[in-house]
């Protein structure tokens, strides 16, 4: 059951201090989405970013009621280029290049998230950290109602579906996130991750070979590679 959205504190307070408005009837046949999407709007769209803003910073002016009613949006000719960073990141030199590489690149897959799919994610985020992940798979299935050509909540479903032992359904989110982002290298470790813990070494040898691709810096990356290498074949590289 989704958490209400004027929950006190939003998500990550104790349970008993939570406040969930009473619905006639109770949820049954009552949009998750929808009662997120109505206390947004409520709230002005008043969603934080996923790091505060800087101190000294003065908090953005309020949206022009011209906008009242209607959820915004991240303008799309401010998108950060992901090909760029990809290439980046490709070519970095570092350990320490290719980590905040790693991190802008998980910022611009993220841009484009409206603010209500955004409270879902975090929603996610914070079951998974409670230990309840069909409550987090549950989150990003309405995150995935409202942005599904966002390939990044295929991936973030895929790894709550994992948490659950749902290694099928992760997969299959995998397959649809790498459709929509073959660039994307965190989405390949996991699946290789899961070709892993199915036992199958050589998918995940081949996972872990994209990952070498696009991150060649990524953390203990030879090292993994060479290990899923001799699992698969039964010799060093």
Known sequence: MLRAALAVPFFFGDAKTRACPWIPGGWRGFSRVRVLAVACLWLGCAVPAWADAPAGRAAPAPASSAGAGQETHPDPSATPDLSVLTAQLARASSRAAAADL??????????????????????????????????????????????????????????ARLTARDL????????????????????????????EQRGDWQAAERAWQQVMALDPMVEGGRTKGE????????RPT
């Open 102 to 159: 790693e991190v802008r690149l998980e910022q611009a897959r993220r841009h484009a998230l409206s603010p209500t799919t955004r409270l879902l994610q975090r929603g996610a985020v914070a079951h998974l950290a409670e230990g309840k992940a069909l409550s987090a798979v549950e989150d990003l299935d309405d995150a995935l109602v409202l942005q599904p050509d966002v390939a990044i909540l295929w991936r973030d479903r895929a790894r």
């Open 168 to 195: 099928t359904g992760a997969i299959a989110d995998l397959g649809v996130a790498l459709q929509r982002d073959g660039q994307d290298a965190v989405a390949w470790r996991l699946l290789s991750a899961i070709e």
């Open 227 to 234: 290990q899923l290498h001799l699992k698969a074949f039964g």
